[in-house]
């Protein structure tokens, strides 16, 4: 072992026996568990970053075998040693490497690149615990919980710059072929859902003079991030009645079969605009389907430029309206004709929800239409009626819901749905909260990271990325080494 690295080895022996008689000398009998398991972690942390340290001196020790050269092949001859920081999830780590060097060539480190340093002095592991954080709470709660935890002291401007480098792979990272389950596993149907949720954006300027709003106006303006789902699943084949009992939760409701649950989901969120979205999709569908899937449907609400961009970029697959927006209209309406205490409402929803669902929806846009004309309505009563004859009658080619049922098809966007407020809005509405277009990105790439599951693997990818960046060259031992490491620290 280098002589320079043995005033560091004593020191943390020396450490290490300090903690030792910590927790079994004398005074550890009047200790509490809470103090004792405080005052050890904050050591560890330390003793943490002396070994750390240890560990980067002990490999900096050595002079790297010449002859060095640049990408381009220009050999370089050793100039000095330069110093660098490591900031890591222990603190500050300081430490000296050999540096090579030539006429008009930028210099060289080549430990840098066997360490597989990141260019920025965060530690890919403060990063990734970083970026976790960020992706669930605000920046300012993730800021807190490092320095009351790890007793780092990040800047929040930091945390949003080491975010947005972090995702700079999702797209990249998504566009590989997909790990799927195996074969017996895939479900028969392959669907995709879509749908839209507002985020609130930053002002163009806080200079402008304030302006009074009209009425209906706010003063935040939100983008839509486009929401995406793509699933494979089995048939659940069910009959109106059994539907109907579900959503109205009957409590004599006969017993179905378990329902199935999506197969590989995978949801994204885009800034970007609808016909992005179904275009960043298009490929990860054609990647999902093939010999097992029987089936293909595409979800959506009734928004109409939604499904348009659907038909347009799916058109193998069957549109299907979502059951829970054409039964929203009959609500509606039966409150504008009944009253919401009626108590013949619900009979009249659960009488028009069966016709609808049993393929009989021009039945029920007649008996709705004639509600319109009738002369005893109120102005209120009639628009009602009209706007769900309307949305019926647009949306009609899209509500064959007796075929679906029978072939077992989903009828309810409830993934996409779920993921508007699990994926965008339980983050990016947080109280206060005002997005850049480029930081609400960054935050729901990596939040549908999170969300689909990939996290580690998406974080491989990103440091086998990121060291191809920096040092021109791949990283095939990484994968196993990592692996290797995770299950010694497990």
Request: charged share 20%; hydrophobic share 40%; glycine share 6%.
């Amino acid at each position: 072992m280098p002589s320079s690295s043995e005033p560091i080895v004593q020191q943390v022996q020396h450490d290490f026996q300090t903690l030792v008689a910590y927790v079994t000398g004398p005074d550890a009998q009047s200790q509490t568990a809470y103090t004792v398991e405080l005052t050890l972690f904050r050591r560890l942390l330390a003793l943490g970053a002396a070994l750390l340290r240890l560990f980067f001196v002990t490999r900096a020790a050595l002079r790297p075998a010449e002859p060095v050269t640049t990408a381009g092949g220009v050999r370089l001859s050793y100039h000095d040693q330069r110093p660098t920081t490591y900031y890591s999830v222990f603190g500050k780590v300081r430490f000296w490497r050999h540096h090579f060097t030539a006429l008009g060539q930028a210099g060289i480190c080549p430990l840098d690149a066997a360490l597989s340093l990141p260019a920025r002095c965060y530690s890919d592991l403060l990063r990734e615990w970083a970026a976790y954080g960020t992706t669930d709470e605000s920046y300012r709660e993730s800021q807190t919980v490092l320095e009351r935890i790890l007793g780092l002291s990040l800047s929040i401007q930091s945390l949003e710059t080491s975010l947005a480098d972090a995702a700079g792979d999702v797209a990249t990272f998504y566009d590989q072929p997909p790990a799927l389950p195996p074969p017996a596993t895939v479900g028969t149907i392959l669907v995709v859902q879509a749908d839209g949720k507002g985020v609130p954006m930053v002002q163009p300027s806080v200079d402008a003079p304030p302006m009074r709003l009209g009425k209906g106006h706010k003063r935040t303006k939100k983008k839509e991030a486009v929401v995406t789902g793509l699933y494979t699943i089995a048939p659940y084949q069910r009959t109106p009645q059994d539907v109907v009992a579900a959503l109205f939760q009957d409590a004599d409701r006969p017993a179905l079969t378990a329902r199935p649950v999506p197969i590989g989901k995978e949801l994204h969120a885009t800034l970007d605009g609808k016909a992005v979205a179904m275009t960043r999709l298009m490929p990860r569908v054609a990647r999902r389907d093939g010999p097992p899937i029987q089936h293909r449907v595409a979800l959506t609400d009734g928004a109409e430029a939604l499904q348009q961009q659907l038909m347009l970029h799916f058109p193998q697959h069957t549109l299907v309206l979502d059951i829970i927006h054409a039964t929203e209209y009959l609500w509606d309406t039966a409150n504008a004709l009944l009253a919401e205490n009626h108590p013949g409402r619900s009979a009249w929803v659960r009488t028009h929800l069966e016709q609808v669902l049993a393929g009989q929806t021009d039945t029920v846009i007649t008996a709705l239409a004639a509600e319109a004309d009738d002369p005893t309505r109120t102005g209120t009563q009639r628009q009602a009626a009209l706007r769900t004859v309307g949305y019926y009658q647009r949306n009609r080619p899209y509500m064959c819901y007796d075929a679906y049922l029978a072939r077992g098809w989903p009828i309810g966007t409830g993934v996409v749905e779920g993921a508007c407020g699990h994926l965008v809005k339980d983050r990016m509405e947080q109280s206060g909260m005002r997005w850049t277009k480029a930081g609400a990105q960054a935050v729901l790439d990596l939040r549908a990271v999170r969300i689909n599951g990939h996290w580690d693997a998406y974080w491989q990818f990103h440091r086998q990325q990121q060291h191809q960046r920096l040092y021109g060259t791949s990283t095939p031992a990484l994968a196993l080494a990592e692996a290797q490491a995770l299950e010694l620290a497990a």
